[in-house]
């Protein structure tokens, strides 16, 4: 079975600053990898997915994430953070050829101050 | 239109009662999904249903159960309700289950209170 690791698990920045936030997993096969964010008080939503081509994904509003297969990792980065991209970040990966069921990391809270 | 719905929003009840969660999708998505979110923001899948297909997840207890009335539908039924229930609960969709990189469609999440 997969398992994922987020290593921040709490993320102050103000805003402007560069962010990145770490995610590695665990699976010898071929996986699919997601960001999900979750803004306050609301329900998770996709930010970007991996599942083939280029290492290097562009998603919604800014962030993006790169593959690095040799690490095992699926990196979030977004050049410059904004307030409202105060939220929480969860990744999350699912085996191809599986069950496709992802597993998600324990999340990151991100507090970007104004 | 709302893609993923619940029902309700917040419930609060007391310990040992029997309480129902809904889960509605209009997606057209052929596996919905539960999810337990604990206090500390920690996800985890509690069940997944594929055309009438239950995958359980070994450490739910067996006094959570999921019911499909068809595929547009999975509700969550928990007996006897514990302390340790209190989380919010999210339902999901996503097109299909074995296909590559399904995104996962959530609701708006049910927050349970045991008390």
């Known amino acids: 079975a997969q398992s994922v690791s987020q290593h921040n698990h709490h993320v102050i920045l103000s805003e402007a600053a560069s962010l990145e936030l770490g995610c590695n997993y665990s699976?010898?096969?071929?996986?699919?990898l997601f960001w999900y964010v979750q803004y306050p008080g609301q329900h998770l939503q996709l930010l970007l997915k991996?599942?083939?081509?280029?290492?290097l994904v562009k998603g919604i509003k800014g962030f993006e994430a790169e593959f690095i297969k040799s690490k095992f990792s699926f990196n979030l980065r977004k050049p410059s953070v904004q307030w409202s991209d105060t939220a929480e970040y969860f990744c999350?990966?699912?085996?191809?050829?599986?069950?496709?069921?992802?597993?998600f990391g324990r999340g990151t809270s991100l507090i970007v101050h104004p | 239109d709302t893609a993923v719905s619940q029902t309700p929003k917040y419930l609060v009840t007391q310990m040992g009662n029997d309480k129902s969660i809904k889960c509605e999708q209009n997606?057209?998505?052929?596996?919905m999904y539960w999810y337990k979110q604990d206090s500390k923001k920690f996800l985890k899948i509690m069940f997944s249903?594929?055309?009438?297909?239950?995958?359980i997840n070994e450490t739910v207890p067996n006094r959570f159960s999921p019911k499909s009335p068809d595929k547009a539908h999975l509700n969550l039924h928990i007996n006897s309700l514990e302390l340790g229930d209190s989380a919010v609960y999210f339902c999901?969709?996503?097109?299909?289950?074995?296909?590559?990189?399904?995104?996962?469609?959530f609701g708006p999440g049910t927050r349970l209170t045991v008390l």
């Open positions: 999901a969709s996503s097109q299909r289950s074995g296909g590559a990189a399904d995104t996962q469609y």
């Open positions: 699976y010898g096969g071929t996986v699919n």
């Open positions: 991996y599942f083939s081509g280029d290492p």
């Open positions: 999350a990966v699912s085996a191809s050829g599986g069950s496709y069921i992802p597993t």
């Open positions: 997606l057209g998505h052929d596996t």
């Open positions: 249903y594929n055309n009438k297909e239950l995958i």
